[in-house]
């Protein structure tokens, strides 16, 4: 497994003031003979100078005052025509951070503000079975807002997660609980960028996914902070960003709290796999086969691999590399835990 790294000391850099020089002292001198003229004229230079200045000045202020006006008004959209076809002008959402885009409560997420990997689910085709209808609720998000925008959001990420499109069905489900922030939308979006996730070659996207995930788990801890369900899922997916350690921490916290959650047991185990600890991964999964009912897949998963694990001890050929130790392969062997809809 790829240990963190420690972050690069960020060297701090003095800050100098910047000083004028200092004032030098003024000598008194007594002007040479014949300079009376010399400095009447420079005398009337200065003031034919200073009178141009106050003049532009006058007709800058002036027009600044113009512009900020005009600048004013059309920002506020007041006194502009409306543009003809143009969408509708959106309400503030219903919750705090209305009129924020990708704050919650706010009726939509700006394309801007969306993270590279979102934006590129929305260029990629869609299944024929579901292009008429998914086409339909897309236009619904652009034209509509408030509630009927978040459920129509929330149509097509059951949309696509009903034909297996687990991406776009991510992506819609990420952008729906941006908008409401609810608990219970950002563990369905926590499950399905999960899902994604494990999905993926290891590499760029996947770390991206997993990033996501695990923000998406942490606001579900926020309010549900005795969620081990969650808990145990982001621990996994910390495993594919530059902090796998905290993922360790956070399996051994549900642990603590609930020594007998077979999820979190089964997948701990798979994390000593992955680090070559493969005595206290077997102690991991003997207990699964306790805890676990036989119908389980934690059961079944745990059975087989204590079967590898101990024939590789003794030297047999295997058929496929343990989960973890195959180097680049998809899925580390880890299984969510109580994904909601899945």
Not at 44 to 64: C, D, K, M, Q, R
Not at 143 to 158: D, T, V
Not at 163 to 168: A, H, K, L
């Amino acid at each position: 497994m790829r240990l963190a790294e420690p972050a690069g000391r960020q060297l701090l850099q003095p800050l100098w003031a910047r000083t004028s020089p200092p004032q030098r002292a003024e000598r008194a001198a007594t002007p040479p003979s014949g300079a009376d003229d010399g400095l009447a004229q420079r005398v009337a230079w200065v003031v034919g100078i200073a009178a141009l200045l106050v003049a532009g000045l006058y007709g800058w202020s002036t027009w600044s005052e113009t512009w900020s006006e005009t600048s004013s008004t059309g920002s506020s959209g007041e006194g502009q025509p409306a543009t003809a076809g143009g969408p509708p002008a959106m309400a503030g959402g219903a919750g705090a951070g209305g009129g924020v885009p990708g704050g919650a409560g706010t009726d939509a997420t700006a394309s801007d503000d969306l993270p590279d990997i979102i934006k590129q689910q929305q260029g990629r085709g869609v299944p024929a079975a579901i292009a008429a209808r998914a086409d339909s609720l897309r236009r619904a998000t652009e034209r509509r807002s408030g509630q009927a925008q978040q459920q129509a959001r929330r149509e097509l990420a059951r949309l696509f997660a009903g034909v297996d499109s687990t991406s776009r069905a991510a992506a819609h489900q990420w952008q729906l609980a941006q908008q409401t922030d609810a608990t219970t939308d950002w563990e369905r979006a926590g499950s399905l960028l999960y899902d994604w996730m494990a999905a993926l070659d290891r590499g760029r996207e996947r770390a991206q996914v997993a990033r996501l995930a695990v923000d998406a788990y942490q606001r579900v801890l926020r309010d549900e902070p005795n969620n081990h369900d969650v808990r145990t899922n982001l621990a996994v997916a910390y495993l594919d960003t530059n902090n796998p350690m905290r993922g360790i921490s956070e399996i051994k916290r549900v642990l603590s709290e609930a020594p007998d959650h077979v999820g979190a047991r089964f997948n701990y185990g798979l994390m000593q796999v992955m680090i070559g600890r493969n005595a206290t991964a077997l102690e991991q999964f003997e207990r699964v086969r306790e805890a676990a009912s036989q119908d389980s897949r934690y059961y079944q998963q745990a059975g087989q691999l204590i079967q590898r694990i101990k024939k590789q001890a003794d030297g047999e050929p295997q058929d496929a590399p343990i989960p973890g130790q195959g180097g680049g392969g998809r899925d580390s062997g880890s299984l969510s835990v109580g994904a909601p809809g899945s």
